[in-house]
């Protein structure tokens, strides 16, 4: 158990409204991640963090925005959401070890419906 | 451009009967190796198993093993002895653009049939 919790666990929304989702880790992960999936498109990268103010895009950026004023939160914001956002959003982080590449463990997911 | 390649969206087994899961990778950098991840259908990802680029052994963990064929770009997940609780999407995953960001494939639905 990597101690990763998220906030809310479902939600269904209006075209335009804007939406935040929250990520949780208990353990001082510095490298945090938000990623959606979709059918057929398995898990993509939105926006990754790799400290407290330091967050970078990923491949599926666009309408998102992200914020980490501290190393436990990591937020996830849809300005305006659209239909499209309409997704289940995963929050991660990553664990590294020594010689291998860093393992990336998986909160429980957020189910957002927009309509 | 990154890409993982899943080529079976759907696959079925029959109980205890050993299985292949397909996964192969083209990806600017392969230093970093690959993983797989199992989501069952309560929705949580569940990591399996990792097998490092410079490996000279097959990745194992218990019932779960890496065919990995490194000339030809190809990490194939096979499970032995299948059961009914390995009925879920497998997805692998390569690390990219530096060692913490994944690309993941499109993703494996198994179903293990009694």
């Known amino acids: 158990d990597a101690g990763i919790t998220q906030s809310p666990r479902h939600k269904v929304t209006e075209t335009g409204t804007p939406v935040t989702l929250r990520c949780h880790q208990t353990?001082?992960?510095?490298?945090m991640y938000w990623y959606r999936q979709d059918p057929g498109h398995g898990l993509r990268l939105i926006h990754y963090?790799?400290?407290?103010?330091?967050?970078d895009k990923g491949e599926v950026s666009d309408g998102y925005s992200v914020s980490r004023s501290k190393t436990e939160d990591f937020l996830l914001t849809l300005e305006s959401a659209t239909s499209s956002q309409t997704s289940v959003y995963f929050c991660?982080?990553?664990?590294?070890?020594?010689?291998?590449?860093?393992?990336?463990?998986f909160g429980p997911g957020t189910r957002l419906t927009v309509l | 451009a990154q890409k993982i390649t899943q080529t079976q969206p759907g696959m079925f087994v029959q109980e205890k009967e050993a299985v292949t899961l397909d996964c192969t990778y083209d990806?600017?950098?392969?230093?970093?190796?690959l993983f797989w991840y199992k989501q069952p259908s309560s929705g949580e990802m569940i990591f399996l198993i990792y097998?490092?680029?410079?490996?000279?052994q097959n990745a194992t963990e218990g019932r779960y093993s890496l065919n990995f064929q490194k000339a030809r770009k190809s990490a194939n997940l096979v499970i032995s002895a299948s059961q009914l609780g390995d009925s879920a999407m497998y997805f692998c995953?390569?690390?990219?653009?530096?060692?913490?960001?994944?690309?993941f494939g499109a993703g494996t639905r198994l179903a293990v049939h009694p």
């Open positions: 991660a982080i990553s664990v590294s070890s020594s010689g291998r590449a860093a393992e990336q463990f």
């Open positions: 353990e001082n992960h510095r490298y």
């Open positions: 963090s790799y400290g407290v103010k330091d967050t």
């Open positions: 990806t600017s950098d392969q230093s970093y190796g």
């Open positions: 097998q490092g680029s410079y490996d000279e």
């Open positions: 995953a390569v690390p990219f653009s530096g060692y913490n960001k994944l690309i």
